[in-house]
C-alpha cells in the first residue's frame, strides 16, 4: 500500500503543482491517475517514484516513509514520457537491460524480448538504436523495458496515449491482463477518458493539482462530485442546462433557460438549497422523435452531427444551450431540422454551485 | 471561396528515392470539408504544402476554381494555415499573437479586440491572453496557432493535426468549434490528420492516402460502412476492425469460411472466391450468439467496461477480436462465448502475405 499523505510540490516560488494531496494506492489495484495537461499527474508519478521530491508532506509504503529512499532501490518499474532509453544501445539491449540487471539467463532473456517486442509491435526494429526511432516507436520501447520484468509497482506515464488506434486497443487488453495475471500494482497516467474507464479499477480525476474524485470507474461515472468530475469523465462529454425549479397549484417542473417547463414528481426539488441549478444529462439517456409525444415534449434543431463509427454524435440547440446525444449511425439527421427531445428528470445529474445535489439511480449489471 | 482540383500531382524531394506523392487526382468543391488522413509518411503533409504554396509541385496541376495555381506565390492563395509547428511569436503576448493578422490588415482597434476576445473565449483562451507564447503548454500553443489562422477568415483553411494532442473534452469542443467555423463562414477546408475519429466526425467527404498515394475518397459513411481495402478498413474504425485470416472452403456449392479450426457458412451474398482470405469485421458488427445459434466460437479475455458499452476482448484461436455490448454484459475470464455477424456486413480482402505465416493457426 502507498500512501501521498498532504503532499505538496511547488516548482519555483509560484507554481503549485500539487496542492495537499491526500491518495493511497491499494496493493495490486490499477490506479488511474486522469486530468487534463497540468493537472499534476505526472508530478504525482514522479513523486511515487522519486524522481521528484515533496515540497511538504509525506509518501510512505506499508506505513514507512519512502522520501529518504532513491528510486532504484523502491523497486518500481517505471515508464516516462520522455524518460530516456539508452541510444547507444539497440532496442534489444534496451529491452533486455532490467533483465541483465538482475541475471536473467541469455535464452530467458531472447524469449521475453520477443514476446514483449510482438506484444508492442516493434520485432523489426530490435536492431535500431533509439536515435533512429519514431516518437511513437520510442514510447513503445519505454514502455516494453517497464513491463518486461517483475516489479512490485509499476509506474507508466501516458503510455499508450500517442499509439495509433490499433496498437493503443491491443495495448490497453495487454495491460488490462497483465494486471490480472500479476500480483503488482500499477499506476498510469492518461489525459483520456475511455482509456481512464477500461483500464482502472479506481480513477483518481485530478485538476490544477488538486484531487476532484478518487472511486471506481462507476462511482466517478454515475456519481460524479461535482461539475468538473461530470464533465470530464464520459464521451461524448456530459451536456449541461441551467434550471430553476418551480412550484404551481402543488406541481413541481423545471423552468429550463429555453423557458421549456419539464413537470418532475414530488420531492424532486428537495435536496436544492435554492431554486437555481444545473442539469447534468449523459448523451446515451436522452432520446429523440420526430414528432413529439409524451416523452418526446421539448423542441430542439440538430446542431451538428458527427459520426464517431458505431454512433453518430448528435449536438442539439435547445434554445441558446447545445446538448449532445447519441444515436445509431444508420439515423440520418441534417443540421437545421426540427427534433423533439425526451429528458428523464429520473436520468438527471443535478449540481449546484458546481457540486452534486443528487444523482440518478445507478444501472444494475447482471 | 475556391474550389480545388489536383490533377497528377507529383512530389519528389530526391530525384533517386520514391516519391512522397506519386500522381494523385482530387477535387474538392467549393465550401466543401475534407479530410487527408493516413498515417505519418503517407504523403498527406506534401499534398497540403503543394496546395498551400509551400511546396514546389513536382509533376501534375493544382488549380483554384479552374485557373492553375502552380506557380502563384503562397500569400497570394489566400489560404490560412494552421501548421503542428505553429510559428508563434514568442516575445510578445498571446493577445497580439491572435491580433497580429489584423492589425497587418490594418483593423481598427476596437474591431481587433472584439474578434480576438470573441475567438478567445470560444476557444478558452482567455485567461491566457496576457501570456507570452514561450510560456504556455503545447496544448495551449496549438489554440493560438489555431486562433491566429481562424481569425483571419480565410478563402481555404488548411489545418494540419489542430487538436491531436488535446484531451477528451477539449478535443468535443474543438471540434464543435471548427464545425461551427465552417458552418458559419462556409471556407473551403482541408482538414489533414492521422486520426480517423477526427476525420470521420468532421469531414464531408475522406481523402485517405497510404505510401503517397490515395486509397478511398468517400463520405465517412462510405469509408466505414465499404472500405475498399484491407488498408482502409484497419485504418478507419475505433476500437479497430478484426481482421481474421482464414480460407474460404466450398462444400455443397456453398462458401463456408474456415478459421481457428472452426468453420461457417458465408451468407449468399458475400462475394468470395475459394483460398486464403482476410476476413473484416468491425465490433460493433458483432454480437454475442449461443452454442446452438453462433458463427466463432471464442474465449473472454478481458472486458472495457466504459460504462455507456463494454469492448469485449476475446480470443478465436490465436486471433484477438473486439466486440462491443451493452454495458450489462460482463462475462467471466476464460468464458468460452459465442460470436454471430451481422450477415449484411461481412467484409473479405486478399490475405494479408506478410501475415500469413505468422498468423498461420491450427486449422
Same mark, same amino acid.
Given at each position: ?6 503532499v505538496?510540490?511547488r ?7 500539487i496542492?495537499?494531496l491526500?491518495?493511497?494506492v ?5 490506479l ?9 499527474k505526472s508530478?504525482t508519478?514522479?513523486?511515487i517514484a522519486g ?15 519512502l522520501?529518504? !529512499?532513491p528510486?532504484?532501490?523502491?523497486d518500481?518499474?517505471m515508464?516516462?514520457?520522455?524518460y ?13 537491460f532490467?533483465?541483465r540487471a538482475?541475471g536473467?539467463a541469455?535464452r ?9 517486442a510482438?506484444?508492442?509491435?516493434i520485432?523489426h526494429l530490435l ?8 516518437g511513437?516507436?520510442?514510447?513503445r520501447?519505454?514502455l ?6 517483475p516489479?512490485s509497482?509499476?509506474l507508466?506515464?501516458e ?9 493503443r ?10 494486471a490480472?495475471d ?16 477500461a483500464?482502472?479499477d479506481?480513477?483518481a480525476v ?11 470507474p462507476?462511482e466517478?461515472y ?11 469523465v464520459g ?5 449541461f ?5 418551480e ?12 423557458g421549456?417547463r419539464?413537470?418532475?414528481g414530488p420531492?424532486?426539488?428537495?435536496p436544492?438549497?435554492d431554486?437555481?441549478c444545473?442539469l447534468g ?18 423542441p ?9 463509427g458505431?454512433?453518430?454524435v ?5 434554445g441558446?444551450?447545445?446538448?449532445a ?8 439527421l441534417?443540421?437545421?431540422q ?8 429520473a ?7 458546481g457540486?452534486a445535489v443528487s ?5 444494475t449489471?447482471? | 471561396?475556391?474550389s480545388?482540383q ?7 524531394y ?8 506519386t500522381?494523385i487526382d482530387f ?12 498515417p505519418s509518411?503517407c504523403g498527406?503533409?506534401s ?5 498551400a ?6 509533376e501534375?496541376?493544382?488549380?483554384f476554381?479552374g485557373k492553375?495555381?502552380?506557380?502563384v ?9 494552421? &501548421?503542428?509547428s505553429y510559428a ?7 493577445y ?10 490594418g483593423e481598427?482597434?476596437?474591431e481587433?479586440?472584439r474578434?480576438v ?10 485567461p ?5 507564447t ?11 496557432g ?7 477568415r ?15 473534452r ?6 464543435? &468549434? ?19 475519429e477526427?476525420a470521420m466526425a468532421?469531414a464531408?467527404?475522406i481523402?485517405?492516402m497510404?505510401?503517397g498515394?490515395i486509397?478511398?475518397?468517400?463520405t465517412?459513411?462510405?469509408?466505414y460502412e465499404r472500405?475498399?481495402?484491407? &488498408?482502409?478498413?484497419?485504418?478507419v474504425?475505433e476500437p479497430?476492425i ?8 466450398v462444400?455443397?456449392g456453398e462458401f463456408?469460411f474456415?478459421t ?6 458465408l451468407p449468399h451474398?458475400?462475394?468470395a ?7 473484416? !469485421? ?6 454475442l ?5 453462433h ?28 466486440l ?5 454484459v ?9 460470436l454471430?455477424l451481422d450477415p ?5 480482402y486478399?490475405p ?8 498461420d493457426d491450427?486449422?
Amino acid at each position: 500500500m502507498i500512501e501521498l499523505k498532504n503532499v505538496t510540490r511547488r516548482f519555483g516560488l509560484t507554481t503549485l503543482a500539487i496542492k495537499g494531496l491526500d491518495l493511497t494506492v491499494q496493493d495490486r489495484e490499477f490506479l488511474v491517475l486522469y486530468g487534463p495537461a497540468g493537472a499534476g499527474k505526472s508530478t504525482t508519478l514522479k513523486m511515487i517514484a522519486g524522481i521528484v521530491r515533496p515540497t511538504s508532506g509525506d509518501i510512505l509504503r506499508d506505513g514507512v516513509s519512502l522520501l529518504g !529512499v532513491p528510486p532504484e532501490r523502491r523497486d518500481m518499474a517505471m515508464c516516462f514520457e520522455n524518460y530516456a532509453l539508452y541510444s547507444h544501445l539497440s532496442v534489444f539491449e534496451n529491452l533486455a537491460f532490467p533483465l541483465r540487471a538482475r541475471g536473467v539467463a541469455d535464452r530467458e532473456i531472447q524469449a521475453k524480448v520477443t514476446k514483449i517486442a510482438e506484444t508492442l509491435g516493434i520485432p523489426h526494429l530490435l536492431e535500431r538504436r533509439p536515435g533512429f526511432l519514431s516518437g511513437g516507436q520510442r514510447q513503445r520501447v519505454a514502455l516494453g523495458r517497464a513491463i518486461i520484468r517483475p516489479a512490485s509497482t509499476y509506474l507508466l506515464d501516458e503510455p499508450i496515449g500517442h499509439l495509433d488506434a490499433k496498437l493503443r486497443h491491443r495495448m490497453r487488453a495487454e495491460l488490462k491482463g497483465m494486471a490480472r495475471d500479476l500480483a503488482s500494482t500499477i499506476v498510469l497516467t492518461t489525459t483520456s477518458s475511455r482509456e481512464a474507464l477500461a483500464l482502472g479499477d479506481r480513477i483518481a480525476v485530478l485538476d490544477q493539482g488538486v484531487l476532484q474524485q478518487l472511486g471506481t470507474p462507476e462511482e466517478i461515472y454515475h456519481r460524479p462530485v461535482n461539475e468538473f468530475v461530470a464533465s470530464f469523465v464520459g464521451e461524448p462529454p456530459m451536456s449541461f442546462l441551467d434550471a430553476t425549479a418551480e412550484r404551481e397549484g402543488g406541481q413541481t417542473a423545471l423552468r429550463l433557460r429555453s423557458g421549456h417547463r419539464l413537470p418532475v414528481g414530488p420531492g424532486w426539488a428537495a435536496p436544492l438549497r435554492d431554486p437555481t441549478c444545473r442539469l447534468g444529462v449523459r448523451a446515451a439517456e436522452l432520446s429523440i422523435a420526430d414528432t413529439a409525444d409524451d416523452r418526446h415534449a421539448v423542441p430542439v434543431t440538430v446542431d451538428q452531427v458527427e459520426l464517431l463509427g458505431h454512433v453518430r454524435v448528435v449536438r442539439l440547440s435547445l434554445g441558446q444551450e447545445l446538448v449532445a446525444v447519441v444515436v445509431p449511425p444508420e439515423r440520418q439527421l441534417a443540421p437545421g431540422q426540427p427534433l423533439w427531445l425526451a429528458i428523464d428528470p429520473a436520468r438527471l445529474h443535478v449540481f449546484q454551485d458546481g457540486r452534486a445535489v443528487s444523482h440518478p439511480a445507478m444501472p444494475t449489471v447482471h | 471561396m475556391a474550389s480545388i482540383q489536383a490533377e497528377r500531382l507529383v512530389k519528389r524531394y530526391n530525384p533517386g528515392a520514391p516519391p512522397a506523392v506519386t500522381g494523385i487526382d482530387f477535387e474538392i468543391a467549393d465550401g466543401e470539408f475534407v479530410a487527408i488522413l493516413g498515417p505519418s509518411g503517407c504523403g498527406k503533409s506534401s499534398t497540403m504544402r503543394m496546395i498551400a504554396g509551400l511546396e514546389t509541385i513536382t509533376e501534375g496541376t493544382i488549380r483554384f476554381d479552374g485557373k492553375l495555381v502552380n506557380e502563384v506565390r503562397a500569400r497570394e492563395r489566400k489560404v490560412a494555415m494552421s &501548421f503542428e509547428s505553429y510559428a508563434l511569436y514568442p516575445t510578445i503576448s498571446v493577445y497580439e499573437n491572435i491580433a497580429f493578422p489584423l492589425r497587418c490588415r490594418g483593423e481598427s482597434s476596437v474591431e481587433i479586440d472584439r474578434q480576438v476576445r470573441q475567438i478567445a473565449e470560444t476557444m478558452e483562451l482567455a485567461p491566457l491572453l496576457g501570456r507570452r507564447t514561450k510560456e504556455l503548454s503545447s496544448g495551449q500553443a496549438q489554440r493560438v496557432g489555431l486562433a491566429r489562422a481562424l481569425i483571419r477568415r480565410p478563402t481555404v483553411f488548411l489545418l494540419d493535426e489542430p487538436i491531436s494532442h488535446l484531451d477528451t473534452r477539449q478535443r468535443y469542443r474543438m471540434r464543435q &468549434f471548427i464545425k461551427s467555423i465552417h458552418r458559419d463562414f462556409r471556407t473551403t477546408m482541408i482538414y489533414v490528420t492521422h486520426d480517423q475519429e477526427e476525420a470521420m466526425a468532421l469531414a464531408d467527404r475522406i481523402i485517405v492516402m497510404s505510401h503517397g498515394d490515395i486509397q478511398q475518397i468517400g463520405t465517412p459513411e462510405e469509408i466505414y460502412e465499404r472500405p475498399v481495402n484491407a &488498408f482502409v478498413a484497419g485504418f478507419v474504425g475505433e476500437p479497430p476492425i478484426n481482421f481474421i485470416d482464414g480460407e474460404v472452403l466450398v462444400q455443397d456449392g456453398e462458401f463456408h469460411f474456415a478459421t481457428a479450426g472452426q468453420s461457417f457458412l458465408l451468407p449468399h451474398k458475400v462475394q468470395a472466391t475459394p483460398g486464403r482470405m482476410r476476413l473484416a !469485421v468491425r465490433p460493433a458488427w458483432l454480437s454475442l450468439g449461443s452454442e446452438a445459434d453462433h458463427h466463432l466460437r471464442a474465449t473472454h479475455f478481458v472486458t472495457e467496461r466504459l460504462q455507456d458499452h463494454n469492448i469485449l476482448v476475446v480470443d478465436v484461436g490465436r486471433t484477438r477480436v473486439t466486440l462491443l455490448t451493452d454495458p450489462t454484459v460482463v462475462p467471466q475470464d476464460g468464458q468460452n462465448l459465442y460470436l454471430r455477424l451481422d450477415p449484411d456486413r461481412i467484409l473479405l480482402y486478399p490475405p494479408d502475405r506478410s501475415q500469413v505465416a505468422a498468423d498461420d493457426d491450427d486449422s
